[in-house]
């Protein structure tokens, strides 16, 4: 069974920054093809962003529109864990935040992730 464990996440101000971090438990973080969803009381998950997984060619990235240019995500192989940085954060970024993670498949899509962290909750102040 792959865990997940996600860290970060916290209160901040408008126009502030966070970063969240999700390490598998016992496996290595280059296994697997990873995303960032996101759920907003009373709102449906939503996908914010994906790495493909670990390989010889460069990485690919994919962001929602709504994060484009504000949230990077990335893998550091030597920590073990896939990052979320998250700058100029806004009232509507406030959420629970999740990690998910599969063994390839480079997806938008929650049921394409069998894999994820516990949630962590952002909450962004006006």
């Known amino acids: 069974q792959v865990q997940l464990v996600e860290s970060g996440g916290g209160l901040v101000q408008a126009g502030g920054s966070l970063r969240l971090s999700c390490t598998p438990s016992?496996?290595?973080?280059?296994?697997?093809?990873w995303a960032w969803f996101r759920q907003s009381p009373g709102k449906e998950r939503e996908f914010v962003t994906r790495?493909?997984?670990?390989?010889?060619?460069?990485?690919?990235?994919h962001y929602a529109d709504t994060v484009k240019g504000r949230f990077t995500i990335s893998r550091d192989n030597a920590k073990n864990t896939v990052n979320l940085e998250m700058n100029n954060l806004q009232p509507e970024d406030t959420a629970v935040y999740y990690c998910?993670?599969?063994?390839?498949?480079?997806?938008?899509?929650?049921?394409?992730?069998?894999?994820w962290g516990q949630g962590t909750q952002v909450t962004v102040s006006s």
């Open positions: 998910a993670a599969n063994f390839g498949a480079f997806s938008t899509t929650e049921r394409q992730y069998p894999y």
């Open positions: 790495i493909s997984r670990y390989s010889t060619s460069p990485d690919r990235t």
């Open positions: 016992g496996r290595a973080v280059t296994s697997f093809a």
